[in-house]
């Protein structure tokens, strides 16, 4: 029987990014509950520790919950884990600004999703970082957040000028699913797919 596992999340661009990164052969299947957990604050794995606790409480059964970090050289790694009221407050076009006085452009994408079993158990933290540079103004889709002033090391396109498939191959996203899946298949290989 497969299992089910609840994605914390009302942001249909994240999801539709997490199916397509974890593929057709995960072993559970996911579904989406956009529970209004409360914003906290801290380092973003005290943050996404807190979240993920307070899912378990309202979801019956395995949750995750994930969050976003855009860190900027230049201010000491914020907007890092506020970057939602950041965005909300100043647009793609407004990001960029406030770091328009500095030389250093450099940024680093930041996912992490906390997994948990259900109440009580365990929080585990899967962290996945992608280094870049902030570019103004803003280039590609304006659908999916600071992904137009994002462009990856290494890269001349911004993440939302990207093909989706590569995107999701480097960015912060994928590296933190790539390490969640290697969990859940050790997982697998150690206990079997049974619910114990």
């Known amino acids: 029987m497969s299992r089910t596992i609840t994605f914390v999340t009302g942001n249909a661009k994240k999801l539709e990014e997490f199916v397509a990164i974890l593929g057709n052969n995960f072993p559970y299947k996911v ?17 996404v520790r807190e979240k993920c606790r307070e899912a378990s409480r309202n979801v019956s059964g395995p949750v ?19 970057i939602k009221w950041f965005l909300k407050s100043l647009g793609a076009d407004g990001l960029p600004r406030m770091i328009s006085d500095w030389e250093d452009k450099g ?4 996912c992490m999703f906390g997994y948990c079993e259900g109440e009580g158990k365990d929080i585990h933290v899967f962290e996945g970082r992608t280094e870049g540079n902030i570019v103004t103004p803003p280039r590609g889709k304006r659908d999916f957040g600071w992904d ?11 993440y939302a000028e990207m093909d989706a498939v590569v995107k999701n191959e480097i960015s912060h996203r994928g590296k933190a699913l790539h390490k969640l899946k290697e969990f859940f298949s050790q997982t697998l290989a150690t206990h079997g797919s049974s619910d114990n």
């Open 148 to 158: 137009p002033i994002f462009q990856p090391a290494g890269f001349q396109e911004t």
């Open 31 to 47: 579904i989406a509950n956009p529970l209004d957990l409360p914003e906290y604050q801290g380092t973003p794995e005290e943050v």
């Open 107 to 110: 940024a680093a994408a930041l």
């Open 64 to 82: 995750l919950v994930e969050d976003t970090c855009l860190c900027f050289n230049a201010l000491g790694g914020l907007p890092g884990p506020y």
